[in-house]
C-alpha cells in the first residue's frame, strides 16, 4: 500500500514563509513526477507546482518567482519552498506521486492533505 503524508503547513503572516514535505511510502518500484496541488474554499484544485524525475520543474504562473519545489530521490520526498507568501495562497496543499508500484504499473497516489493560512 502506497502511501503520501505531507507536512509542514500551518498559519504564517503575509510575506512570510513555509516549506511543506511529502513523504512517500510503501511498496514502491520507482517515483516518476511529483507535485503540489492546492484547493481553496469554493475553488477547485490547482497545480502549484510538478517535479520530473529527471529534475525539470513547471510552476503555476501565480507562484513563479516566490516557490520552489524539489525532491530527493532516496528519502522519497518532495518540498515546497514557499516564500513571499499572500492571502491568497491560503488553501489545502496536496502532494501528488506517480508510483509504479511494479514494473509498467503506475498509479496517481494523493496524500491527505495540509493547511496553508496566509493572515495577518
Known amino acids: 500500500q502506497v502511501q503520501l503524508v505531507e507536512s509542514g503547513g500551518g498559519l504564517v503572516q503575509p510575506g512570510g514563509s513555509l516549506r511543506l514535505s511529502c513523504v512517500v511510502s510503501g511498496v514502491i518500484f520507482s517515483i516518476y513526477d511529483m507535485g503540489w496541488y492546492r484547493q481553496a474554499p469554493g475553488k477547485q484544485r490547482e497545480l502549484v507546482a510538478v517535479?520530473?524525475?529527471?529534475?525539470?520543474?513547471n510552476y503555476a504562473d501565480s507562484v513563479k518567482g516566490r516557490f520552489t519545489i524539489s525532491r530527493d530521490n532516496a528519502k522519497k520526498t518532495v518540498y515546497l519552498q514557499m516564500n513571499r507568501l499572500k492571502p491568497e495562497d491560503t488553501a489545502v496543499y496536496y502532494c501528488k506521486a506517480e508510483v509504479e508500484v511494479v514494473v509498467t504499473i503506475i498509479h496517481d497516489y494523493w496524500g491527505q492533505g495540509t493547511q496553508v493560512t496566509v493572515s495577518s
Open positions: 517535479i520530473t524525475g529527471g529534475g525539470s520543474t
